[in-house]
């Protein structure tokens, strides 16, 4: 059977267009019946008829271009998963069906990933396309690229649809099993983009992990695979939000430790009090402001400007208090905060640079909005319909421009505006706790831990103030030993292909707010 299948995969490239789809249309009627079949198999029974067959499944859908099927990367394969109709089915419907109405429909897909520590991955991925008038098979994507999908990369591949889909209702992604290890298997897909036969393009955000998170957590919490959907259909007018039948209760909490060296040499001691407070040159500030906004922030100040005479942590600080000061006089945009808090910090004249994150809670509506700027950052954690054990439900990535570089709001040139802060809108429901830190607390405590951590203090009636001195307090141990595994040391060993072991003593600050 395939001493008469295989030598026609090479007659397209021989003969005119007409000629070929009437050679697929006379070996396809004589071999529908005995490949039927085939259609009918379970994929992983049948990986070495995928790896020959894809390939006619290719030419099936390739076969009406004039370009060599096999230099298309994104349609150099294509699984078939149980259900489908498969090569049989296609070859039927080719064999039926006039030619004009074989034409492929073309889509090009630009797979963006993020630019975030750990972000690139060397496994391939599977994506499938849903539109309103039907859907595509599984395509595999990366499989031929030498590096996979680099961090910050953009890559473009092309699609050969049996039919238009119509409008794009969702993208469903899998990232393929890793071939020999797990190490970078994790993928930080920031979005994809579709344009369309019509040259319509979509945009699929996703800017979340997919797989183990590789930004050197124990475990990620997401899963390997992810449903897209169009941000047209994500924007969501502001007169559709409605006030919750009864507003949320938040019960928030923070503390700040210095590098322990800094401590010994009494430049560095921590100052925690009720709203701010400080630690090294890391900061923090909660509070609540009108119309039931809750705010809360970190920053982080970069400790080497103390070579050239400058106190970072003067910085952090300011950048605190003006961001809680915009808070309580009610300024409920996210951003705005931020870009006020630093505009004050440049008009007083204050020198440094300093990571930032802001998190503002709407109460009355249920939502969490965001804007982070560096290595700090929050995670959430609790319950969903589909998973009721408590779990991350979301975690901000760290926003660096290389391993241990973070973006940072600073007086210098090249430091980052807040435009570029990572925007982030989540919904709130009773029950959630958001975690926030800087890299002192990330980097030395697990997302797997942190979750271990609250669930046993809240399961317990704990307050959200011993929460946090408890996170606190595992991120300091951890710092301190050169054995644990730590995010930092798993990040440290992928990015320097080195290994290394153990925490990273930094300043560390905690809060944690309990949603009731």
């Not at 009627?29 to 994929?43: D, H, I, K, N, P």
């Amino acid at each position: 059977m395939l001493r008469v299948l295989l030598p026609c995969l090479c007659v397209y490239e021989r003969r005119s267009l007409r000629s070929t789809v009437h050679a697929y249309d006379m070996a396809l009627r004589g071999l529908c019946g005995g490949l039927r079949a085939f259609s009918r198999l379970e994929r992983t029974s049948r990986a070495f008829i995928s790896s020959v067959l894809c390939r006619t499944d290719f030419a099936l859908t390739e076969g009406l271009t004039t370009q060599p099927a096999l230099l298309r990367p994104a349609c150099a394969r294509q699984l078939q998963p149980p259900g489908h109709r498969g090569f049989a089915g296609q070859a039927q419907a080719l064999a039926e069906v006039p030619i004009s109405e074989a034409t492929p429909s073309r889509y090009r897909i630009e797979v963006v990933t993020g630019d975030v520590r750990g972000a690139g991955t060397h496994a391939p991925a599977i994506v499938t396309l849903h539109g309103e008038s039907g859907d595509s098979s599984d395509f595999v994507i990366g499989e031929e690229e030498e590096n996979g999908f680099e961090r910050g990369s953009s890559k473009m591949y092309e699609l050969n649809i049996e039919r238009d889909l119509g409008p794009l209702k969702r993208i469903h992604i899998e990232q393929c099993e890793p071939s020999v290890t797990e190490t970078g298997f994790g993928w930080f897909l920031d979005k994809l983009e579709v344009i369309g036969p019509d040259g319509q393009t979509v945009t699929f955000p996703c800017h979340s992990w997919i797989g183990k998170n590789d930004a050197g957590d124990i475990s990620g919490p997401v899963s390997n695979q992810r449903n897209l959907i169009p941000c047209q259909r994500l924007d969501l007018p502001a007169t559709s939000l409605k006030d919750l039948e009864q507003p949320l209760v938040v019960q928030a909490s923070a503390i700040a430790v210095p590098h322990p060296e800094k401590v010994n040499g009494g430049a560095g001691k921590a100052v925690n009090k009720r709203k701010t407070g400080w630690g090294g040159e890391d900061a923090y500030f909660y509070t609540s402001g009108q119309h039931g906004l809750i705010g809360m922030g970190v920053a982080d100040g970069v400790y080497q400007w103390r070579e050239q005479g400058i106190d970072a942590g003067e910085f952090s600080r300011l950048l605190m208090h003006s961001a809680l000061q915009a808070v309580e006089d009610g300024q409920p945009d996210v951003l705005k905060v931020m870009q006020g808090a630093a505009a004050k910090v440049a008009a007083a004249g204050t020198q440094g640079s300093s990571t930032c994150c802001i998190v503002l809670l709407d109460t009355q509506h249920g939502r969490l909005a965001s804007a982070n700027v560096g290595d700090s950052g929050f995670l959430v954690l609790g319950v969903t319909p589909n998973n009721p054990k408590p779990h991350v439900k979301f975690r901000t990535p760290q926003q660096e421009h290389r391993f241990g570089c973070p973006y940072q709001l600073g007086h210098h040139a090249a430091a980052d505006p807040p435009e570029d802060a990572m925007l982030t809108a989540l919904p709130l429901i009773a029950g959630d706790t958001i975690v926030m830190g800087s890299d002192g607390l990330f980097d030395n405590v697990s997302d797997e831990t942190i979750v271990s951590e609250v669930v046993q203090f809240t399961n317990a009636g704990k307050r959200a103030s011993i929460i946090a001195q408890k996170l606190c307090a595992v991120a300091f141990n951890n710092s301190v030993d050169k054995d644990a595994v730590t995010p930092y040391c798993v990040a440290a060993t992928e990015a320097f292909d080195m290994v290394y072991s153990g925490g990273k003593k930094d300043d560390i600050t905690v809060l944690v707010a309990r949603i009731q």
